[in-house]
């Protein structure tokens, strides 16, 4: 089993004392968001294959991923930087912070540990296509040789992620669009050539149609990659019913914890309630948000 910490929240960055007791532990339970059933999931080498973080600040959780290598755990970390404006990412550390850091992972743990994500791409009037040319072409260049792969994608734009953004641009005082496909491609086009330039394979995550020469389809939850860190194959299957290379992994985050602020987080209804619940958050507990629990 591979283990994922987490799509959901930012486990690294708000979460690590929680997860790094819960690894002693052994293990810890979870809430299926959609069902509401509760399961145990184990955190034990005999169960575990291998972790997946995701995370916009590994900062705190530096000392965590020593005990896990310690442990005997192969891991990736999936690390966000996209050096957005305040308006649209809030709470998130300073671009050139999140390079340093990459470069620090890369030099301690070894540079196919970390990969780096330029997501969600997000047409507004403050990040104009010519904008992510710019920024995309910067980090590029500062993220060589730390870094052998960039992951991109274009924000999904559901409805409570259209509601926090035309909230965030009537306080901001910018404007958003989500553009037709063409106009993707075309940035794609142009920020693989700089991914290719500076050494970096670039890939799309579960956006299949977007697909444009020179970038390929992303498997975020990445077995060879595991595989090639761990020094021997993991064993996995193929995520049924989804657009991309992933294989299954299991999540053991929840939604509605992240408080970086992000105003297209996919995995935040409400700013309020994030804050509210990271405040509530028991790191000595089992859950990272004990069901039932009032914010």
Known sequence: MILSASYKTDIPAFYGPWFANRLTAGFCRMVNPYGGQIYTVPLTSEAVDGF??????IAPFLETLTEVRARGFPFVVQYTVTGYPHAIETSVIKAERSVALIHELADVFGPRVVVWRYDPILFTSLTPPESHIDRFASLAQALAGAVDEVVVSFAHIYRKTERNLTAAARAGQFSWTDP??????????????????NGLRMSL??????????????RCIDV??????????????AKPHRPCGCAQ?????DYDTCPHGCVYCYAVTSRTIAHQRYHAHDPEGEFLFKPGRTA
């Open 52 to 57: 997946v973080f995701w995370t916009r600040n």
């Open 249 to 253: 992994s299991r999540d053991i985050g």
């Open 224 to 237: 060879p990659r595991l595989s090639a860190i761990a020094g021997h194959a993991i064993a996995a299957r």
């Open 205 to 218: 995550c579960a956006q299949a149609p977007l697909l444009v020469p020179g970038v390929a389809a992303a």
């Open 180 to 197: 037709e496909a063409a106009v993707k491609q075309a940035l794609l086009t142009s920020l693989a050539g700089i991914a290719a330039a």
